[in-house]
């Protein structure tokens, strides 16, 4: 079954503090990929980083990067620098074939709050 | 140009009632995806259109829901004597082709009273 799962409800981080966001992924598929999405409280959904199942490298944009560890199955979010406008939830996603690559399956999501 | 729009932004209605909702995707986009929200939860597939094939349905929860697009671009999701458990946010999302990244709309909140 292909799953993800978001282990921390609830996340707080000092400004300008490095914060990890765990996800673990559940898939039998060789090939897939995994998003990560960012919703401030105006309820919109802000893609972030992409990771693929045969990259290589950990995908990084900008503060962003991802910590793709394959052989755990884990994709974990790390923001650099952290700041107030990170307060937001953040979801971890994955598509794969058997998921049908038309589809999202979505975590549950954890709420991160940056404080002064 | 402009991102997915969806509209109403927000709607309330009775129970029983009948209600539309709307996605106006990114111009060029041939794949769109409903999701729905319920408070505090994560996004639950809905349905999803890529061109002229026929959509894949799997993740409506009941014969109450159906969606179509018309002429490739705008799509209405209908859901048929709302009740209260579909109250949520219902989210339209499209991408330029399957496996992309998918840009979301700001979605509709729906409430059944």
């Known amino acids: 079954a292909q799953k993800i799962t978001q282990t921390q409800p609830g996340m707080f981080v000092q400004e300008k503090e490095a914060v990890t966001l765990d996800c673990t992924y559940d898939?039998?598929?060789?090939?897939?990929?995994l998003f990560w999405y960012k919703q401030p409280s105006s309820g919109e959904m802000i893609f972030l980083i992409y990771?693929?199942?045969?990259?290589?490298q950990n995908a990084t944009e900008g503060r962003y990067s991802l910590n793709f560890q394959k052989a755990r199955k884990s994709a974990n979010l790390v923001i650099s620098a952290s700041q107030l406008g990170d307060s937001a939830m953040y979801f971890c996603a994955m598509s794969s074939p058997s998921g049908g690559y038309n589809k999202l399956i979505f975590g549950a999501g954890t709420r991160l709050a940056v404080h002064p | 140009g402009a991102g997915v729009s969806q509209s109403p932004s927000n709607k309330v209605t009775e129970k029983g009632k009948d209600v539309e909702l709307r996605c106006d995707p990114i111009s060029g986009h041939t794949a769109l995806y409903w999701y729905r929200q319920s408070l505090g939860q994560g996004l639950e597939f809905l349905i999803y259109f890529q061109g002229n094939s026929a959509p894949d349905k799997s993740g409506l929860p009941s014969d109450r829901f159906s969606a179509e697009r018309t002429g490739g671009s705008v799509s209405t999701l209908t859901i048929q004597r709302t009740q209260q458990e579909d109250s949520a946010v219902y989210l339209c999302?499209?991408?330029?082709?399957?496996?992309?990244?998918?840009?979301f709309g700001p979605g509709t909140r729906l409430t059944v009273l």
């Open positions: 898939t039998s598929d060789p090939s897939y990929g």
């Open positions: 999302a499209s991408s330029l082709i399957d496996n992309d990244e998918q840009f």
């Open positions: 990771q693929g199942s045969y990259d290589q």
